[in-house]
């Protein structure tokens, strides 16, 4: 099944969901990404890469 990008509108068989924004972002749109615990997966999208506060509250997920 295609799914759509919902920050770039690319389509594409995998999409991850931004953990900060919630939309649901394709491999280009990723800007990374890290599993915590094997539990939780904390995902930030290139557009909430641009807020610094945004950039903490990932780094500080550990
Ligand atoms: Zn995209
Ligand atoms: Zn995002």
Redesign the pocket.
Known sequence: MIKR??????E?HFLEKCTFCGKY??????HTAKNLEKIKRVVI??GCFGDAKKIKEYDSMK
Do not use: A, G, P, Y
């Open positions: 990008c919902e920050r770039c509108s690319d594409t972002i394709c491999r280009n749109c990723l999208c290139k």
